[in-house]
């Protein structure tokens, strides 16, 4: 499966090739291109937001991960969805829109009701949301470490992501946070297959510092095949490293099942671990907690954080707040057996936890 991504897939090419913001496609919906996505994440903020995510999905595409059907409004195509979240309690992260009553798109503005917007161009754009529960306006100023995620050679899809810095302030509970610091400005377009056999997503942040971000991101098919599994090393001087073998994810624990608004059955990870391999030797491993704080509203998925520990190049990292998306619809008997043949019916039975400030607690089924 991974040898057949590697012929359609132009985007190995163009990490190693490095591109200019120039060169990048970002448009509203327009010819073929019927399904459109943006998205701002920004790991490692203080508690108790942790994290914040800004991420739209214009057009529900034909693919089991990436759609929603919970949130149709009319057709799949005149549907647009809006997460903002951060870590905290929320009652509704996610927005719903009629695209041809409620939104606007130019190249420039991305306005969804009177609630969500999306407005600038390169080097610099502005995400706003206004909210009783949360606000924000931040101010992104994108750098020059692009990494390409997808861009098959027939013009299908592209996905891009740009190291960036965001700048702005936050409103949560009636406390205001200002931020200043580095995140993952993002964009995709694709043409409306009729199907796509993708179900397990995951893509992980984490700031390992001031200069550098750390990306990984795996996806496999309905039958556990793995389609990429690929992790980008960038810094804001523009230098990315890109690893797309010997990328290896592991869950080791998991919460129980939750049912998501669609119907899925979903185990979402306590405790995950990444590792890079090369020519025999380790390059970097991840170990993480989950804070048990999943949010339903990405595609047919979560987003949320953990705890973690990083070891890269004889150096460690370690923080309280990575960036997490995730979501299985692969059939259960594939979620429950690991890579390494763990023992899923023990992890299975592990009672879970939520890490957090104000103590321990059950995450609950949705």
């Known amino acids: 499966m991974q040898l057949l991504m590697n012929l359609m897939d132009h985007s190995k090419q163009l990490n190693l090739n490095p591109s200019t913001v120039w060169s990048l496609p970002y448009h509203p919906q327009r010819g073929r291109f019927k399904i459109i996505h943006q998205g701002l994440m920004m790991p490692n903020l ?20 990436l759609r929603n059907d919970s949130a149709l409004k009319s057709t799949p195509l005149d549907t647009a969805t809006v997460i903002a979240s951060v870590s905290g309690k929320m009652r509704q992260p996610l927005n719903t829109y009629m695209i041809s009553e409620q939104c606007q798109f130019t190249n420039r503005l991305y306005q969804f009701g009177e609630t ?44 891009w992501s740009i190291l960036s810095r965001c700048k702005g302030e936050i409103f949560y509970q009636g406390q205001r946070f200002d931020v200043d610091q580095l995140g993952a400005f993002e964009y995709a377009r694709a043409v409306n297959l009729p199907y796509l056999p993708l179900s ?28 990429q599994s690929r992790a980008y090393l960038r810094n804001v001087n523009g230098k990315t490293h890109f690893f797309d073998s010997g990328v290896k994810f592991h869950v080791h624990r998991v919460y129980p099942a939750v ?15 990444w590792m890079i391999e090369h020519k025999g030797k380790i390059l970097l491993q991840v170990h993480a907690c989950s804070r048990g704080d999943f949010k339903f509203g990405l595609a047919a998925g979560y987003v949320g954080s953990y705890q973690y520990h990083v070891e890269y190049d004889g150096q460690s990292y370690s923080g309280e707040s990575g960036y ?33 400030e104000s103590g321990f607690g059950e995450i609950k089924d949705t």
């Open 200 to 227: 397990f997503f995951t893509y992980q942040i984490i700031n390992l510092d001031e200069q550098q971000q750390l990306l990984l991101a795996q996806i496999r098919n309905q039958f556990n095949q793995i389609v």
């Open 116 to 159: 969500d917007r999306v407005e600038g161009e390169f080097p610099h754009f502005l995400f706003s949301r206004k909210s009783d529960e949360l606000s924000f306006q931040i101010e992104v100023t994108t750098g020059k470490a692009i990494s390409h995620f997808t861009k098959l050679k027939i013009g299908l899809f592209d996905h």
């Open 259 to 273: 049912t998501t608004p669609n119907g899925q059955k979903m185990y979402l990870p306590r405790e995950m671990s």
């Open 46 to 65: 203080p508690a108790p937001l942790h994290y914040l995510n800004f991420l739209s999905i214009i057009g529900q595409p034909n693919a089991p991960m």
């Open 324 to 356: 997490c998306e995730y979501i299985d619809c692969r059939k259960l008997v594939w979620q429950e057996i690991d890579q390494n043949n763990l023992n899923a019916i023990n992890l299975l039975k592990t009672k879970p936890c939520l890490c957090s």
